[in-house]
């Protein structure tokens, strides 16, 4: 189970830290990944970590996001920099056995956290 929260209302150009905590069993060796769906829009990946740390993120957020993990606490966060309106949106962590951007890898879904960003 996985359970984001974090979300909220914050003003362009500020910074949001999601969190995302695992239950019921163990994560440390899951690819981790954060997606986002905005209103009429499909749900689209953001960025992903894989069990030895390593990223990769979706070109809209590179140089703003930075995902992160601590195994030892179970959790998965996506710290979010120098926010846009276009950032608005309801996110998403998930876990997934495959390193890559297609929700069809990833098998276990939180139930997500509205992120809104205002002008």
């Known amino acids: 189970q996985l359970q984001a929260s974090g979300g909220g209302l914050v003003q362009a150009g500020g910074s949001l830290r999601l969190s995302c905590a695992a239950s019921g069993r163990t994560f440390n060796n899951y690819v981790m990944a954060w997606f986002r769906q905005a209103p009429g829009k499909e749900r689209e990946f953001v960025a992903g970590i894989n069990w030895s740390g390593s990223r990769m993120y979706a070109d809209s957020v590179k140089g703003r996001f930075t995902i992160s993990r601590d195994n030892a606490k179970n959790m998965v966060y996506l710290q979010m920099n120098s926010l846009k309106l276009e950032d608005t949106a309801v996110y998403y962590c998930?876990?997934?056995?495959?390193?890559?951007?297609?929700?069809?890898?990833?098998?276990?879904w939180g139930q997500g956290t509205e992120v809104t960003v205002s002008s």
């Open positions: 998930a876990g997934g056995s495959a390193f890559g951007g297609s929700r069809a890898m990833y098998n276990y």
